[in-house]
């Protein structure tokens, strides 16, 4: 099992990322042993992540995702469903919500 996630750092932005251990990743970066971006920008919460059988839809998802504008990553987390912004561009049917 693979997920798609999305963490908040302190300056507001949000990171989008993908992992194997979701569990372990979120700790990574809350203890800034994570990516480059959320050692930088100082992660702090953990937000929303989706789920999917495989690597390679992950990594599509991941970089779909990093496309949006803040605004929409912002919905997202708030709730909207993936198919509002990516339908077309990824089978939204494949990923479900954690």
Not at 5 to 28: H, V
Not at 82 to 91: A, E, I, N, P
Request: proline letters at 0%; one cysteine or more; glycine letters at 4%.
């Amino acid at each position: 099992m693979y997920y798609t996630y999305m963490m908040r750092c302190a300056d507001n932005s949000l990171y989008t990322g993908m992992t194997n251990n979701l569990e372990k990743r979120i700790n990574e970066h809350l203890s800034k042993h994570g990516a480059k971006y959320t050692k930088s920008h100082n992660a702090t919460k953990f937000e929303i992540a989706w789920k999917c059988k495989d690597k390679s839809l992950a990594c599509k998802l991941e970089y779909q995702i990093k496309t949006l504008t803040k605004l929409q990553k912002e919905k997202l987390v708030n709730g909207d469903k993936l198919s509002t912004y990516l339908s077309g561009k990824v089978d939204c049917r494949r990923y479900k919500k954690v």
